[in-house]
């Protein structure tokens, strides 16, 4: 019996993921082929839970960085070390010998335990050794799995990061000749930096990989999956009260499965049209201090423009009718859209422009109002 149906906050996986079976199709035969892959999306929108749920599927052995919370290159390095080293799945002394014999230069490893015995590498090094050590490091996966003559993947996480650390140039000249025995996967959630890295001819990373878009989950598929997870302990939820979760999440997984959570733990039996309101509006107070914090990041122009977008839609933005009403002009509206898009805070999708996250929509159509 699964006593918690319903998951975000962290990577999803078996009962607890939903469908994405054409994208998990896709994936895998890429990453069997050995391709090099990209995949961008709004935070929140299960693109690592997809690679990782898909991975698992796979007889490949893969080593995981997340990005985001990497600050220099020193730390890179020693970040990528360990997760590498990790990822050996053998003892600590087995992985420092191996490691030992296959680097040029000898640093200093050390090995730190945590309470559950879990191991932690280091590389000790000097800040004038990072050019020599960071060559090193971003050739261990290759050496590994020529060593063991396997296939073996890698998934940088919140990829976009890496300009903070201006390492791009350095790790596309190692990982380009990484081909015949190692693949990447790129994740990130900046689709404005993202299709800079990869898409901009004049940087490293040009041309280097297969882009996967992902969509958003048809609303029939979390029709079955939201029903499911209420049965799951005999609780009901009619089709009607998903939409209403849909129309607000938008499809997007952390929030449907944010809403459903909320909605799940205060149903009794069934579910009510006011209890689904109830946990909307108890999900937008738990966010607020968030949306808060994004609005109070725009400029005062940005701030115009996103007003005008929430209340006239993202169709003909450029209306001179629609403008004298926000006091804009083509040009101050157009610097602002450009802006808002650098911030990934609206995108452009078949002519019309909107707000990347739902909730964040809702939350200033009520604040503005």
Not at 332 to 345: F, N, R, T, Y
Request: a neutral charge.
């Amino acid at each position: 019996m699964i006593k918690k149906p319903f998951h975000y906050g962290g990577t999803v996986d078996n009962q607890h993921f939903c469908n994405r079976t054409k994208e998990i199709k896709e994936l895998k035969t890429d990453i069997d082929t050995g391709l090099n892959l990209l995949l961008y999306a709004p935070r929140r929108f299960g693109k690592t839970s997809l690679v990782l749920h898909t991975l698992k599927q796979t007889q490949h052995q893969y080593i995981f960085l997340d990005f985001m919370s990497i600050v220099d290159e020193h730390e890179f390095i020693n970040e990528y070390f360990n997760a590498i080293s990790k990822s050996l799945n053998t003892t600590a002394d087995k992985v420092v010998d191996f490691f030992k014999k296959i680097l040029k230069i000898k640093p200093n490893i050390s090995v730190d335990f945590g309470m559950d015995g879990t191991p932690s590498f280091k590389l000790n090094f000097l800040h004038k050794e990072n050019n020599t050590v960071l060559k090193e490091v971003l050739e261990l996966p290759y050496l590994y799995a020529k060593h063991h003559n396997i296939r073996v993947v890698v998934v940088f996480d919140e990829f976009q990061e890496v300009i903070n650390l201006g390492i791009e140039d350095k790790l596309r000249s190692v990982l380009q000749h990484h081909e015949d025995m190692v693949s990447y996967i790129f994740l990130g959630s900046k689709k404005s930096i993202m299709t800079n890295l990869f898409f901009d001819k004049s940087k490293p990373f040009y041309k280097s990989v297969k882009h996967i878009p992902i969509d958003k989950i048809e609303a029939e598929h979390w029709h079955k999956y939201i029903q499911d997870g209420f049965k799951s302990l005999k609780k009901e939820i009619e089709l009607n009260h998903i939409e209403m979760i849909l129309e607000v999440s938008k499809g997007f997984p952390y929030y449907t499965q944010q809403i459903a959570s909320e909605l799940f733990n205060m149903t009794q039996n069934f579910v009510t049209n006011e209890m689904v309101e109830e946990a909307i509006n108890s999900i937008l107070e738990k966010e607020e201090d968030l949306f808060f914090n994004e609005w109070n990041h725009l400029s005062q122009q940005q701030k115009k423009a996103l007003k005008f977008l929430v209340h006239f839609g993202g169709e003909n933005i450029y209306q001179k009718e629609k403008m004298i009403e926000y006091n804009l002009t083509s040009s101050s509206l157009k610097k602002a859209v450009e802006g808002l898009i650098a911030k990934d805070v609206i995108d452009l999708k078949k002519n019309s422009y909107y707000l990347q996250d739902p909730l964040f929509e809702i939350f200033l159509r009520r604040k503005l109002n």
